[in-house]
């Protein structure tokens, strides 16, 4: 993202999105890897009026380090005065904007679910009393990075659980990858982009209620690759031929596409504007009923559940009459009144498949029809030209 465009993100987070006005104490978390879009939103805080930019990055190497280490009563655990930043923010009528999506995906991948799902701060329920008293302005915004902009992704669907007690109010997705998605209560599915394409993902979800307890994560779903479209297919190839009648059509042929996660599932074979679907793992596709003389141009874009790939690049054929000039013409019996001439003929050009059949003309005239030999009759007084096509 070009430096314009950065702060023009950035002035939408705030003036926008968290609504940030003048005299607020504005709460910003972010992540190590995002720190040119974080001091670009500090920035437009403080043009905006902001009194005091309190930033706070994460660090998911640390993250990795207590799941990994940490004693099981350390999970979930913070100290007091992270839950007083959160209630005093509340008290002054603060702003708080968080910048979403992994800077590094993949960083907890392999560590226990379980785990990851008690190691939540207990100033969730700070957050969700100022959620629900609305007096913080607040907000969750994707930053992107280059990791963030992986192109996979997966979706996940889950049954809400038995209500015991307060409402649910919120789900949260953790990957085996360390990625985290915040779902508001009422749907029970959620698409997690920007994911790896080249390695297997499961998830879980934890449910939190309107106290601000949250559930115990739930037992993995089972594992995929995440999945962007293909790469668009090469250029196809065109060509020329006849069905077993003898009209003319043309075949378009390609190589299956680099997958990226999922291969395609279907193709769409595009002919002068009019599209095809062809089922994988085919990769050719036949036009029929072809006109000589009519330029065919020609794409092919490939489908899995993801969506479409981009298009290939174009091929275009024109079609022609098939030519065919005589090689010789013999007379074979030139007595009376008729004549016979053994004619014989090849193929000039031909669009496509094997020229079979010709007719023959002598002195522009039609007197026979069949294959490169033909013996044919004309009156036997007068000078002939013979001609062929095919």
Partial sequence: M????????????????????PGQIVELGSEIGKEELTRAVAAAAYQAGATHVAVTYDDLHVKRARILHAPEAALGFAPDWVRRQVQELNERHGASIYLSGAAEPGILEGLDTDRLGRDRSPEAVDWQDAINARTVNWTVVPAPTAAWAAPGSITVNWQ????????????????????????????TSATLTGLDP?????????????????????????????SDTTLAPDRPTLEAGKD?????????????????????????????GSANSVTAPTTSFVIKSVRDGQPYTVTVAAKNHVGSSASSSSASITTNPDQADVTAAEPVDPNGDQVRVKVTVKPSSAAGGTIELFDIFANGTKVDSGGATQTVTVPSFGRYSFTARA
Avoid: H, K, M
């Fill in 160 to 187: 809400p659980p038995t209500n015991r007690g307060s409402a649910i109010v919120s789900y949260l997705l953790t990957t085996n990858t360390g990625d985290q998605r915040t779902v508001a209560a009422g749907t």
């Fill in 244 to 272: 077993a009648g003898g009209t003319r059509t043309i075949t378009v042929s390609w190589s299956e596409p680099e997958a990226r996660g999922d291969p395609a599932e279907s193709y769409t074979v595009t002919v002068n």
């Fill in 198 to 226: 080249t390695v297997q993902v499961n998830a879980t979800v934890s449910a939190t209620n309107g106290t601000g307890r949250t559930s115990q994560a739930s037992a993995p779903s089972n594992s995929l690759y995440p």
């Fill in 2 to 21: 070009d430096r314009a465009a950065l702060e023009r993100y950035a002035e939408l987070i705030v003036r926008f999105a968290a609504n940030v006005q």
